[in-house]
């Protein structure tokens, strides 16, 4: 093959991670050893090892790096004002967390003028990129009138292709005794006009907390959001046992996120459904609410699928960092290093349904993460090092 001119050699790449069994060593991981790629038009075009690598006009020497899929990061609430770290004191404390705080942001949001969120979003994006993330979900959320939240929706289009409605946040307080109501809006005026600006519509189902949504309220909203042509995702069975993971397997959910407390037919529910539901995980909210980590090792030995995000939100995980969040899982939810790394990019892909990013097999998107380090053991084994780096091309 002889590359165009517009072709870019990466070289130097002491251990290439392509999460393409067909690649390398035949693992989920499709692990190179002292590899080569070639980026064309935005793509990956060819990757081999180094030996067999094709002439190309301009040539990058990695220096020993290891290379990895850009992390994509399926499941972040980045549109938001204000500071909740009093919130994040009191856990420390032992106040339990029960969604109630998410009224804090609401109103500093709702405050906020556009330029000063599309700052905040643009800081959090870069900063996420700055950590190797090159794909993330943005969530409304933090608006809860009609406006606020086409407002949230069409800053989060700036910046992703993946936005997320979720007027289905919590129950504002003025709506306060009149549930159905605001049901009603949600699933009817707020999607109307939100549903132009959103791909995913998500719902925060947790029948354990007074302001979020029982199984009834989330089927309404989730299936007028599928009515409205977009797909779905569901907060599910954070704050204890519910019936968020089954309602997202019945209606055919992308991604069950949280999945914390989760019942023997909630794991087999999951894995049969592993062609259709990922199972997304959070471990920066348990680190950052002191509460218990999800079982990640009973799900993936049952057979589901996992992919992991950070959740990076103002009140229960205020961190953007997905290599944080990889040692977690590693440390926490007895997930190998591997495991952890291919839920982190593969298995996020998968909670969003693309085939394009995730990877780094011929005809992917040419997201590459550098790590400064030569093997991506070096993410779980050096814990809170910045060696994780988007590689811009």
Not at 31 to 40: D, E, W
Not at 95 to 107: E, K, L, N, P, W
Not at 173 to 179: I, K
Request: glycine share 10%; charged share 20%.
């Amino acid at each position: 093959m002889r590359p165009s001119v517009r072709a870019t050699l990466l070289t130097g790449i002491a251990e290439l991670v392509t999460n393409d069994p067909c690649v390398g060593d035949r693992s989920p991981l499709g692990l190179l050893r002292h590899a080569a790629v070639v980026v064309q038009d935005g793509s990956v075009a060819w990757v081999g090892p180094a030996t067999e690598q094709p002439p190309c006009d301009v040539r990058r020497d990695l220096g020993g790096r290891a290379v990895v899929p850009g992390f994509v990061d399926s499941h972040s609430h980045l549109v938001f004002a204000g500071d909740r770290s009093a919130e994040f004191a009191a856990r420390m404390e032992g106040t339990a967390y029960d969604g109630g705080g998410i009224a804090t942001s609401v109103r500093a949001t709702r405050a906020a003028g556009d330029e000063e969120l599309r700052r905040l979003l643009g800081a959090r994006v870069a900063e996420m990129r700055s950590q190797g993330t090159t794909t993330v979900e943005v969530k409304s959320g933090y608006g809860l009138t009609v406006d606020d939240e086409v407002r949230a929706l069409r800053l989060a289009r700036e910046v992703t292709e993946e936005a997320t409605f979720l007027g289905a946040h919590v129950v504002p307080g003025q709506f306060a005794g009149r549930r159905d109501d605001y049901v009603a809006l949600v699933a009817g005026p707020m999607l109307a006009a939100c549903a132009p600006y959103a791909r995913w519509v998500d719902v925060f189902c947790e029948p354990d907390s007074e302001h979020a949504f029982d199984a009834e309220e989330a089927r309404v909203v989730l299936e007028a959001g599928r009515a409205a042509g977009l797909g779905l995702r569901v907060h599910a069975n954070q704050l204890g046992h519910g019936p968020g993971v089954q309602l997202g397997v019945e209606l055919g959910a992308a991604s069950v996120d949280h999945c914390t407390h989760l019942s023997p037919l909630d794991v087999a529910a999951l894995a049969g459904a592993r062609d259709t539901t990922v199972a997304t995980l959070l471990p920066g909210v348990e680190f950052c609410t002191r509460s218990r980590y999800p079982d990640g090792r009973a799900l993936l030995d049952a057979g589901a699928r996992v992919a992991l995000a950070t959740d990076c939100n103002p009140g229960t995980c205020y961190s953007s960092s997905m290599p944080f969040v990889v040692a977690l899982a590693v440390r926490e939810m007895r997930l190998t290093p591997a495991e952890a790394l291919w839920a982190a990019t593969r298995g996020g892909a998968l909670a969003l349904r693309r085939g394009d990013i995730g990877h780094l097999g011929v005809g992917a998107r040419a997201d590459l993460t550098v790590l400064d380090a030569p093997s991506h053991l070096h993410l779980s084994y050096r814990p809170g090092v910045p060696i994780a780096h988007t590689l811009e091309l």
